[in-house]
């Protein structure tokens, strides 16, 4: 499924019951990942999986594939740091395009933060320097998915500017 940015938004809003604790959270710095953070990034992409429970023959299969889109540029990773948690989030942008704008278009086709980083702010860090680097890069704009009944993750989705469009996504998996 493409665009499934939801893990780490399901958790990374504060509570209302956490009110004041939540302002009181050390800052997540955002950075994008270099060859040098493919370990760091790999840990984390493991993580996402899990979460989706996707069956993965080969371990090293997730850290090849995040080496070889930051290899060759083919895709914008991002990792969420908490001072005293380390690095605990991650987001991976595809970049694509709008044939209805006539322009540059992004994916953000995955958004994780570890359990131990959750409700630190990191994944609204990490979804707002998306946002940042697609203003400064002059794109249409920024789509994502997350599933129906992940309201909390809608909930951040909606508070950050993203709007429910009106189109059907359809998928047909070639195995």
């Known amino acids: 499924m493409n665009g499934q940015a939801q893990a ?6 504060p509570s209302p019951a956490e009110g004041s604790a939540a302002a009181s959270v050390p800052e997540a ?7 040098a953070d493919v370990e760091a990034a790999a840990v984390l992409f493991r ?8 069956d ?19 895709s914008l990773v991002l990792l ?3 001072p005293e948690a380390g690095t605990v989030g991650f987001a991976q942008v595809y970049r694509g395009f709008s044939s209805l704008s006539l ?3 992004w994916v953000l086709n995955d958004l994780y ?17 998306v946002l940042r680097r697609a203003r400064e890069a002059g794109v249409s704009g920024v789509q994502l998915e997350t599933a129906y009944d992940n309201t909390v993750a809608q909930g951040l989705y909606e508070a950050e500017g993203f709007v429910r469009e009106e189109f059907h996504v ?3 998996d070639l195995g």
């Open 170 to 172: 359809y998928f047909h």
């Open 56 to 74: 993965i023959e080969d371990p090293d299969a997730p850290r090849a594939f995040l080496a070889e889109r930051i290899a060759k540029d083919e």
């Open 80 to 82: 969420a740091e908490v």
């Open 113 to 129: 933060v570890a359990p131990e980083g959750r409700r630190t702010g990191a994944g609204r860090a990490l979804l707002r320097e």
């Open 8 to 13: 780490a938004a399901q958790q990374d809003v």
């Open 47 to 54: 993580g996402y999986l899990d979460f989706y429970e996707v």
């Open 29 to 35: 710095s955002v950075r994008a990942a270099g060859e």
């Open 103 to 105: 322009r540059t278009a």
